[in-house]
């Protein structure tokens, strides 16, 4: 671990904390960078919108979190028209106390107030995107690069995942652009659950959207009926469009005794639900660097995944994973040998553990995170 300077007042922004986790991976990426740089001495907290049941709580994950009723200012916009006022006076306020501001931006509004107070308070801020500014077609996506870009360029520097994000950022930004980093998302190794793990549960944790393919878990649950009457199979994650194919596809299947939706959850639950299933799967495609991937390694849970995941090379080459092409029937396999052979099971345990300590470890991300601190304070 580099020695830490003295501690920095360090300020993290993300669009929305909610308790149904809708807003995934920025959050458990934003909580787990501050989580460790509060353990250096930092002075850290992120500031958010927040939408559930209740006020927003004081915490995220154990980090101080700063977050407001969030309000739809754009219908049908998603996450882009959310805000709230009081957030905008939290961003101004904590923008001129901050030594710096890292913005975990997206198109949206907070992220455009977030970068706009830091720009007119003067403090240096550096953007991590993951993966969701890249090159789109649509007059919405252009009429808001025309405020987001110029202050994206004026970032310390902008933190990216993959070869794949870098290029698609450097295509929106264009010249004049800040230095594009590679930073890899970190997680700690999990703590066992009080509670036993379920041999027969294999699980998907993530939105319901196309993107992510429940529908293939689903089919591919219908494949291993037959094969293995015993395994349930559930899903965990907010709707954004798939859930009625879902339900419909338990419905044509005659699987409601096998499959269940069991609606999202907050981030602390599902954590607990990834230490007890036997596998997780995650069919996405085009998926830049899914942190539940890594919550699953941490936790001991063998994943099954596809091969356009921006880290399936990495896991592939190490035997943290099971990778597979996507399809229903090779989800279903990969499925099937991993509750089938203990030895690989271990195997693919005992690699994911040291994906986790060497590759994806907090540790090192907290040290270059740091580092560029340091550099953006003239340090």
């Not at 993951?130 to 310390?156: C, I, N, T």
């Not at 870098?166 to 066992?192: K, T």
């Amino acid at each position: 671990m580099t020695p830490s300077p003295a501690g920095r007042v360090v300020r993290h922004v993300v669009t929305l904390v909610s308790d149904d986790g809708a807003y995934g991976g920025p959050v458990s990426v934003a909580t787990g960078q501050l989580a460790e740089l509060t353990a250096r001495g930092h002075d850290t907290a992120l500031l958010s919108l927040w939408r559930g049941q209740g006020p927003p709580p004081a915490t995220a994950d154990g980090v101080p979190l700063r977050a407001f009723a969030a309000r739809t200012l754009i219908p049908g916009r998603g996450f882009l028209g959310l805000f709230s006022a009081r957030l905008a006076v939290a961003l101004w306020r904590e923008a001129g106390r901050a030594d710096v501001l890292q913005v975990h931006a997206g198109r949206d509004l907070v992220s455009l107030a977030a970068l706009l107070a830091a720009r007119l308070r003067g403090t240096p801020y550096l953007v991590q995107t993951h993966g969701m500014v890249q090159p789109r077609g649509g007059a919405v996506a252009r009429a808001f690069d025309a405020a987001l870009v110029p202050l994206l360029r004026r970032a310390r520097a902008c933190l990216v995942l993959t070869a794949e994000e870098e290029q698609g950022l450097a295509a929106v930004l264009g010249a004049g652009r800040p230095p594009l980093l590679r930073l890899p998302n970190g997680v700690r190794r999990a703590v066992p659950p009080a509670g036993e793990r379920d041999p027969d549960l294999v699980l998907y944790l993530a939105r319901l959207h196309p993107r992510k393919r429940p529908e293939a878990f689903v089919d591919a649950a219908a494949l291993l009926t037959a094969r293995r009457p015993a395994t349930r199979f559930v899903l965990h994650g907010a709707d954004e469009g798939s859930l009625p194919a879902v339900r419909d596809r338990i419905a044509r299947g005659g699987l409601a005794d096998r499959v269940r939706y069991g609606g999202p959850v907050a981030h602390d639950a599902a954590l607990d639900r990834l230490a007890r299933a036997a596998v997780y799967v995650l069919p996405s495609v085009r998926e830049p660097f899914p942190m539940s991937v890594l919550e699953a390694l941490a936790a001991g849970t063998p994943v099954v995944l596809t091969d356009s995941c921006g880290i399936a090379g990495t896991l592939a080459d190490s035997g943290a994973a099971l990778v597979t092409d996507g399809s229903p029937q090779a989800l279903a396999d990969a499925v099937d040998r991993l509750l089938g052979d203990p030895d690989l099971r271990a195997r693919t345990v005992a690699a994911g553990h040291r994906a986790v300590e060497t590759v994806f470890s907090l540790t090192a991300v907290a040290d270059r995170l740091t580092q560029e601190y340091e550099a953006a304070c003239g340090g």
